[in-house]
């Protein structure tokens, strides 16, 4: 099992010194609105990922009127423990396991797992492509590092391809040879990013649809499509194809950046049909579909944060989840509620194994 036992927080977010010791499997975290339990899950999901789930600027993970911060985690994975330790000091960050510090944070990624289930999480299913595209590159990062090396390695040389093709433009001047180079580069980091995408999700789907009927009061079809430029001809063919047009729009127009998950209720799109109780079903299956596949591969079920379930489910799924993750091999457990009491009454039956933080 993979357990947090203790961390210790300086300047992170709202808490300028903290320790919180963990020693149950299932953590209520309770506490009024706005006292930081969701800051810490997003401590803890800060050891694992090595970013916060919530802040995309590490400046707003900082204290305010503080110029940096420490996340150090105790941890034990199948009974060997880890220190983790994660800071930012004068805008430098730093990640170390067990006092060696990474070279490059993706090492880290997948070596202690978790998936978070979030308020904000709707914007899988209404926002633009780039949220569902995160989760799916989240998720497949865990499981695999060359995945992650690829996409990096793809990011950065997309960015380079987009400025050559500015230059081209602003400059006139023909560069075709190094835009030769730069497409074959991202072909070889973009295919290996399409393989893994779209191997990945017709298993994922059968997960899905079997946690959504758990779920769900009716029984209704649930599916992810994947739609993929790739799909048509390789990545390389279509840099060559669509050279002339990325020119005028001074952008790369074909690759795995533009790729999209297509998520169907009864066929039709999930972002426009569903019903909001439908869409919390759904959002649920997929973070629980991704738990599974984590625990299967990693041997080990992941950390599962839980962030303010209990205002968002009615409470026959509240209880169904709840029935869920109280299973012996399901694995360590943060949950927030504003109400101690609701808390208590939803783990009634497996006290012995919840251990309640009350946050002031
Ligand atoms: N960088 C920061 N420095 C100081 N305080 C911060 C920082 N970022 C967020 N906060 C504060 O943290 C608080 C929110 O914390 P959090 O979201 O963890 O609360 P919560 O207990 O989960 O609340 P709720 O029950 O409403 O979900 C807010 O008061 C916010 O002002």
Redesign the pocket.
Known sequence: MLLVRKISLVQF??YPQKIFDFHKRIIGIT?K????????LDAIYYLCFTRSYFSSQEQ?????DTNGFRIEGLLEKLGQPGKIVCTLKAGKKEISLDDTPYEKFSQHIGCFPAVMIAPDDAEIILGGSEPRRKWLDTMLSQLDNAYLDHLIAYQKILLQRNTLLKQIAESGKNQDALLEILDEQLALHGQPIFDARNAFLPGFNERVQRLYDYLAEAPEHVRIDYSCQLLEMPLIEWLKQQQLKDKMLQRTSAGIHKDDLQFVLNDHPMKTSASQGQRKSFLFALKLAQFEVLKELKNCPPILLLD?IFEKLDEERVSRLVKLVSEDDFGQVFI?D?HQERLKNAFGAHADQLQLIV?E
């Open positions: 977010k709202n506490g609105n706005g006292v930081g339990k969701t800051n810490l707003q993970n900082v204290l305010y303010d927030t504003t946050i």
